[in-house]
């Protein structure tokens, strides 16, 4: 009998840890996280601030300072083991395998050359082609993400551009070198809300027309629906909650998940009526509990809770929740619209 054989996935992570020394104490700031992407695919990363999202997402291309930071488990991007590359096996591999849209383009833009200059240094830097060629790239990249009058923008600073059209540069930058997989790092928090729906729109035909994996980190759950097939919920460091974007909408099973998406403002809170919040707050990652992290902000936590770190539990083909009390999860109300 013949099988087909299950492509592989774009990134297969396994088991990482992300810890940073230096201060008072070790930072476990990553601890055991597991995910895949596929080709083609968007997952996003949402929780709190300080949960993980973001380092887990630069430790895809190895951004963190080697002296203060250890590295354990598995990262394997298209085929790659990116935890055993050298520094110019990095160089290579950042922008043309893997490219990032980092939160705020003013500080990732370099201030003393043209958008233009730095996304034609890129292309050079990676294929050998020439300069004018080059320009007709970047040229080609501004008319991609849709910016007015791109000859002009090529030759103008990143200080000369408004905030939408400097992340619009920025992911004209990213794709300079047709990476195969784009990590965007909480890519619409410092934009009005109509310039926010717009670049989400944008990654989503871009993420369609070019077959990218996409990684989306956001604590906006909004526009983590509006752009991901899955989602992946991390809470100090760990990845508590994973399924489809339908199924954690509608069918949220950790506590957790369920305390963020009643957190959310949406057109069912009345005039006046006070947004739910999540009480407590996150833990000391450098005094991370043994049992679940989560268990001293809620509300069905038990002693076992405490004491053991809960194992994934499947719920259904692909949809994974970290909880010990995944059956009085399923009764419980989420008080949200989709």
């Not at 203060?68 to 050298?86: I, K």
């Not at 300079?176 to 784009?182: F, Q, V």
């Amino acid at each position: 009998m013949n099988t087909v054989a299950k492509a592989a996935p774009l990134v297969d992570i396994a088991e990482l840890s992300v810890t940073f020394s230096g201060g008072r104490a070790p930072v476990r700031a990553v601890s055991g996280v597991s995910l895949q992407v596929q080709r083609g695919e968007t997952v996003a990363l949402i929780g709190e601030s300080g949960s993980g999202k973001s380092v887990t997402l630069r430790t895809m291309l190895m951004l963190h300072p080697a002296r203060r930071t250890t590295l354990g488990g598995r990262l394997v991007v298209a085929g790659r083991d990116v935890l055993a590359m050298s520094e110019r096996e990095l160089a290579d591999y950042r922008g043309k395998v893997a490219s990032m849209i980092f939160q705020e383009p003013l500080l990732a833009l370099d201030p003393v050359y043209s958008v233009g200059a730095q996304i034609v240094e890129s292309i050079r830097r990676h294929e050998p082609v020439s300069a004018a060629e080059a320009h007709s790239r970047a040229l080609g990249l501004f008319e991609r993400v849709r910016i007015p009058s791109p000859e002009r923008r090529l030759a103008a600073y990143p200080h000369e551009m408004s905030g939408g059209m400097r992340q619009r540069a920025m992911i004209a930058l990213a794709l300079a070198c047709r990476p195969e997989l784009l990590l965007a790092d909480e890519p619409t928090t410092a934009l009005d809300a109509t310039v926010q729906i717009q670049v989400l729109i944008l990654l989503r035909e871009l993420q369609r027309e070019l077959g990218l994996g996409i990684v989306f980190v956001t604590h906006d759950i909004g526009a983590a629906l509006e752009v991901a097939d899955r989602i992946a919920v991390m809470y100090a460091g760990r990845i508590v909650e994973e399924g489809t974007a339908r199924e954690l909408i509608h069918a949220p099973r950790h506590p957790y998940t369920q305390a963020l998406l009643r957190s959310r403002a949406h057109g069912a809170l009345a005039k006046g009526q006070r947004l739910v919040t999540i009480p407590g707050a996150p833990p000391d990652l450098s005094r991370l509990p043994p049992g679940c992290a989560f268990a001293e902000r809620c509300r069905l936590a038990q002693d076992a809770c405490r004491a053991q770190q809960p194992p994934a539990v499947e719920l259904a083909p692909g949809h994974r929740a970290r909880c010990l009390r995944t059956d009085a999860s399923a009764d419980t109300p989420t008080s949200h619209t989709a």
